[in-house]
């Protein structure tokens, strides 16, 4: 979109349309052409800026259950910490390096959080690893999103990623701060709200 406004600007300062740019051209001085000249040029370089981010921020495909585990160990890589917002883990499961990564960062002190309704096998594996697991089996409630968070805690450099769909046509699609901070603030607070429940959870379990 800004190849577009950049070329629109040049033709309205040059007072020009498609219509008439080749009788522009025949009668204009060598200054008008040099600055249509540069004009579109630019525009090209913008467009090819354009494309580039359109291609980065457009969702991610995915077939195979495999191909998003990739995707993901790719992800989180990606944050020094990271929350991960699921319904039962499968995904974990079928993934051993995923599933590596999780524990050794855990491991290493790293902020590593993962947001379940209620626990199971793969949760208390991990968390015996030293993974900080949350549940809040008390909302009775099966979520449909499946999130996650890189650097949670640090507005600026927080990345989302939200998937969709159902294989073969899954898709992933990524959210930075510099673009929807706004989207991140309301994620943050749906982690807040639940890690609160998660420890009212355990007050009354301890109780």
């Known amino acids: 979109m800004n190849a577009f406004f950049w070329v629109a600007a040049i033709f309205t ?14 009668s204009a001085s060598f200054g008008e052409r040099s600055v249509l000249i540069l004009g579109l040029a630019s525009g090209a370089v ?12 457009r969702a991610k495909h995915y077939k195979t259950p495999e191909k998003v585990n990739e995707y993901m160990l790719r992800l989180l ?3 020094g910490s990271f929350a991960i917002f699921a319904n039962n883990l499968s995904w974990i499961r079928t993934s051993p390096p995923v599933r590596a990564f999780l524990e050794e960062q855990a491991r290493a002190g790293k902020d590593v959080r993962i947001l379940v309704p209620r626990h199971n096998e793969t949760t ?10 949350l549940t809040y089996s008390s909302l009775s409630y099966e979520p449909e999103a499946r999130f996650t968070l890189l650097n949670p805690k ?27 901070s706004r989207v991140i603030s ?16 355990d ?3 301890d109780h």
């Open 13 to 26: 300062v040059l007072g020009i349309n498609i219509s008439n740019i080749v009788r522009f051209w025949s």
């Open 46 to 57: 913008l467009l090819w800026v354009d494309l580039r981010v359109w291609r980065r921020n």
């Open 77 to 79: 890589k990606r944050g």
């Open 124 to 133: 208390r594996e991990l968390r015996h690893a030293g993974v900080h697991i």
């Open 154 to 180: 640090e507005p600026g450099s927080s990345l989302l990623a939200i998937g969709r769909g159902t294989f073969p046509d899954f898709y992933i699609e990524e959210y930075s701060d510099a673009g929807h």
């Open 186 to 201: 309301v994620v943050r607070d749906l982690l807040h709200i639940v890690e609160r429940v998660s420890q009212r959870e």
């Open 203 to 205: 007050t009354d379990t």
